[in-house]
């Protein structure tokens, strides 16, 4: 099992530009939940999708961020356009439900000049 | 100006003795639980996890101790090692679909 696969590993955009984090859950994982870690304000969950559905987008900081899950096996998490503040390290998770804990992927770390 | 950021609580443990560290969590209908290790540079991964109808758990050199009366999780590492040495944080889910929270984290440093 490769676990959750996050790309890129590491984004460096200018402000203003379109960013899209990628995330590949693991197979059978039916819960995918993107997450935001800064030193200002540690872990914040952004939105979460059950079976591909957005259940919980109240994370979300404000309309310039947007994702989706097309399928089971694929989300994005799209900034645009993208600001110096949104610079974070952006970390995927999976679960296979509820009671069961979340598989984290190695995060993108996003700096935006 | 001087950046301020998330003041994580630290503890510091010499080499072959235990560590504790603490979570308080806020919600009595809080069911399930879990402790994280997040090294740098990587995301967080599972430890231990505990159900609410129990008080205690072990795995490999570490155990989880839940205690509901004061809202009180507890991660003991026993025979402590540099490699154990990571911000660990303590989750909660409440129940409600697959959410759960996270605390703000405890760094462990480990001395020689």
């Known amino acids: 099992d490769a676990g959750v696969i996050q790309s890129p590993r590491h984004e460096v955009t200018e402000m203003g530009q379109e960013v899209t984090l990628r995330c590949k859950p693991i197979?059978?994982?039916?819960?995918l939940f993107w997450y935001r870690q800064t030193m200002m304000r540690g872990l914040e969950l952004l939105i979460y999708f059950n079976n591909n559905v957005p259940i919980d987008d109240s994370g979300m900081p404000e309309d310039r961020f947007s994702a989706k899950m097309p399928n089971a096996s694929f989300s994005t998490l799209k900034i645009q356009p993208s600001e110096p503040r949104d610079s974070a390290v952006y970390f995927c998770?999976?679960?296979?439900?509820?009671?069961?804990?979340?598989?984290f992927g190695s995060g993108t770390r996003l700096t935006v000049v | 100006g001087e950046s301020v950021g998330l003041h994580l609580p630290t503890l510091s443990v010499q080499e072959g003795d235990n560590s504790i560290i603490n979570c308080a969590y806020s919600?009595?209908?809080?069911?399930?639980f879990i402790w994280y290790k997040q090294e740098s540079g990587k995301g967080p991964q599972f430890i231990i996890d505990i159900r609410s109808n129990m008080d205690k758990r072990q795995g490999q050199r570490v155990t989880v101790l839940l205690n509901k009366t004061v809202k009180h999780l507890s991660l003991q590492i026993a025979a402590t090692q540099p490699g154990d040495s990571a911000v660990y944080f303590c989750a909660e889910n409440t129940g409600t679909a697959s959410k759960l929270t996270f605390g703000t984290g405890t760094r462990l440093q480990v001395t020689l």
């Open positions: 998770a999976t679960s296979r439900g509820q009671d069961y804990g979340y598989t």
């Open positions: 197979s059978g994982h039916n819960s």
């Open positions: 919600n009595s209908a809080s069911d399930y």
